[in-house]
């Protein structure tokens, strides 16, 4: 990165409350030759605000305000790296959730280890995500993570936090023309369509300065379509070798009850047979890039049975008790446990058992939301991914 000089873009909706704050403190800890560019898709007066504070501000600041925000917040932030004057560029909110003191350590970082992305990460040691505002939205976050890092385990690997907004990268590094934004999580756009570097800073998740979140069920319904945009990564060979899995399940029981074998036994030989049916399948058609990442041929095999194993004896009785004790519809019931045991056991063998190295560690510092330093001792191609 040349000099320290950068453009924070700051896409916003609504923000007019926190924007006289965000600016003071940017103003206050950002390096010489920064920029603001704040991206504005609001319907109340946070562009009036953004245009006062331009007036005393130190550093420059400058408004785009989008009568058509095409993409939500992900297209509000393309067009701030399209318009931006530096090369290397920080995205952040404007709630002040993302504290703007780690902005000086991002670009430090992207100058100093020379990656294309530095991410702001809630998920490595010194990291927090404690300002979201209930644990309900913690885990529905964690989930998304998890269930993103499962589909797009080599893009990922060395990012633990796909789902934040806070992050330093090279623009030049990334075709905009190849991104499709679509709502709140342009880092995942960005992180799989491209083969990028990536190193992570952790960072306390502060809660907001003021007004409220803007997370809502829709915005949920676009993280689906932009997974679904992204081709979910390995799942459509995985859901393959599953559905044969269980053909030759239903296969192998009904030729073994055929020959006199009872229909237990039958049952207990077809289920073992096709959870080794399964793993050769899974090595040869789904994860073959990601055999050699971690663990050896034994190690695998027995993790992966275990598991199967082990969630064939949890899944089975959970639908009696959704249909005796919570009155679901049996075939409902059947087919939900059905479809969480199929996203569990994509989700075990692409996170555990054939989970990629990380290239690098990640670094101790961490900033919190006010700006002090936190001790380590204290933290604990373009295009998809290539199957």
């Keep these: ?44 007066d946070t562009p009036d605000v953004v245009r006062a504070v331009a007036l005393t501000s130190t550093v420059p600041v400058r408004l785009i305000h989008r009568d058509e925000p095409v993409g939500g917040l992900g ?32 670009l430090e970082t992207g100058r100093g280890t020379g990656v294309d992305v ?27 993570i998890t269930l993103t890092r499962a589909m797009f385990p ?15 990268l090279d623009r030049q590094r990334v075709d905009l023309d190849a991104l499709q934004p679509e709502g709140f999580k342009i880092l995942l756009e960005i992180l799989a369509r491209h083969r990028l570097t990536v190193v992570e800073e952790p960072f306390v998740f502060a809660e907001r300065f003021a007004g409220t979140s803007k997370a809502t069920l829709s915005q949920g319904v676009r993280f689906v ?6 081709r979910f990564g390995r799942m459509p060979m995985f859901a393959l070798v599953g559905v044969l899995g269980a053909v030759a399940n239903l296969a192998i029981m009904a030729g073994l009850i055929a020959i006199g074998v009872p229909y237990l036994a039958g049952a207990a030989v077809a289920a073992v047979a096709t959870i080794l049916g399964n793993f050769v399948l899974q090595e040869v058609l789904v994860f073959p890039d990601l055999r050699a990442e971690g ?12 598991f199967n194993v082990g969630e064939a004896a949890l899944r089975l009785p959970l639908p009696w008790l959704l249909v005796e004790h919570a009155a679901v519809p049996s075939v409902l019931a059947q087919g939900g446990t059905l479809v969480a045991a199929f996203l569990a056991r994509f989700v075990f063998l692409a996170r555990v058992v054939y989970r990629p190295r990380r290239t690098r560690p990640a670094s101790p510092l ?10 380590e001792s204290l933290g604990s191609d373009t295009g998809p991914e290539t199957r």
């Excluded at 409350?17 to 109340?44: F, K, Y």
């Excluded at 663990?295 to 275990?306: D, K, Q």
């Design 366 to 375: 961490v900033i919190d939301a006010v700006g002090a330093e936190v001790p």
């Design 75 to 106: 297209g509000a932030v393309v067009e701030g790296l399209r318009e931006a004057s530096h090369r290397w560029c920080v995205v952040m909110d404007g709630d002040l959730q993302h504290p703007p003191e780690m902005v000086p350590v991002l």
């Design 118 to 144: 530095v991410v702001a990460s809630r998920r490595i040691a010194g990291g927090s995500s404690d300002g979201l505002a209930d644990a309900r939205r913690r885990v529905v976050s964690s989930a998304a």
């Design 154 to 168: 080599r893009r990922l690997r060395d990012c633990t936090d796909p789902m934040t907004g806070f992050f330093a």
């Design 295 to 306: 663990r050896s041929l034994g190690s695998r095999f027995a993790a992966s049975f275990l």
């Design 1 to 44: 990165m040349t000099g320290s000089s950068a453009t924070i873009i700051v896409p916003t909706y609504n923000e007019a409350p926190n924007i006289v704050e965000l600016v003071r403190r940017l103003s206050a800890t950002v390096p010489d030759g920064c920029e603001i560019l704040v991206v504005d898709d609001s319907t109340d």
């Design 225 to 230: 379509r932009q997974l679904a945009r992204l």
